[in-house]
T-cell receptor, first 115, second 114 residues
Framework: DAGVIQSPRHEVTEMGQEVTLRCKPISGHDYLFWYRQTMMRGLELLIYFNNNVPIDDSGMPEDRFSAKMPNASFSTLKIQPSEPRDSAVYFC?????????????FGEGSRLTVL | GDSVTQMEGPVTLSEEAFLTINCTYTATGYPSLFWYVQYPGEGLQLLLKATKADDKGSNKGFEATYRKETTSFHLEKGSVQVSDSAVYFCALSDLNTGGFKTIFGAGTRLFVKA
């Protein structure tokens, strides 16, 4: 079975450009999470969805960040405009029935560098 | 709010040494506790979990016991291998206070020398 698939694996862009990160969760999983990992702040939960509906976006840093889940097999995280402080590894994870009853399955991450 | 505190790394051990990585948590409810491992260039993957007090999670020679009285979930392995070199994250998830959020510790990097 395919795991969580993220694209692109690496993205280098210039400040002010729009960045779109993509995620395909494991088929049948009903929860999807976006995390950001940096050396300074560790792993931060940005937003999570249940059955394609955003449940908690309190971790989204500011209005420049937005996330959508138009269907059960696809989600995007968009940054517009991007800034150097957005440089990080962004992980998507999916879960069945939520992490209190099951594990999180992570993708390999998208490493974003904003110059 | 809920939080997880792990011992700072890096931890450097020789092959076949005994490993302990300390983890303590703060939670107002009764969380489930997890250890995840991250190998270079990869996402996190679940190593083991425990869902209630006194449960012991185990996998691949690693184990951790959910201690409610000391609010701890220390990771141990009797004999580490070079292939265990990775970053280890302690985590909790508490339906009562955190919804379906999983809160991670800062991670502890382990180096195992041959």
């Amino acid at each position: 079975d395919a795991g969580v698939i993220q694209s692109p694996r690496h993205e280098v862009t210039e400040m002010g450009q729009e960045v779109t990160l993509r995620c395909k969760p494991i088929s049948g999983h009903d929860y999807l999470f976006w995390y950001r990992q940096t050396m300074m702040r560790g792993l931060e939960l940005l937003i999570y969805f249940n059955n394609n509906v955003p449940i908690d976006d309190s971790g989204m840093p500011e209005d420049r960040f937005s996330a959508k889940m138009p269907n059960a097999s696809f989600s995007t995280l968009k940054i517009q405009p991007s800034e150097p402080r957005d440089s990080a590894v962004y992980f998507c994870a999916s879960s069945l029935r939520g992490p209190n009853t099951g594990e999180l399955f992570f993708g390999e991450g998208s490493r974003l560098t904003v110059l | 709010g809920d939080s997880v505190t792990q011992m700072e790394g890096p931890v450097t051990l020789s092959e076949e040494a005994f490993l302990t990585i300390n983890c303590t948590y703060t939670a107002t409810g009764y969380p489930s506790l997890f250890w995840y491992v991250q190998y270079p260039g990869e996402g996190l993957q679940l190593l083991l979990k425990a869902t209630k007090a006194d449960d012991k999670g185990s996998n691949k020679g690693f184990e951790a016991t959910y201690r409610k009285e000391t609010t701890s979930f220390h990771l141990e392995k009797g004999s580490v291998q070079v292939s265990d070199s990775a970053v280890y994250f302690c985590a909790l998830s508490d339906l009562n206070t955190g919804g379906f959020k999983t809160i991670f510790g800062a991670g502890t990097r382990l180096f195992v020398k041959a």
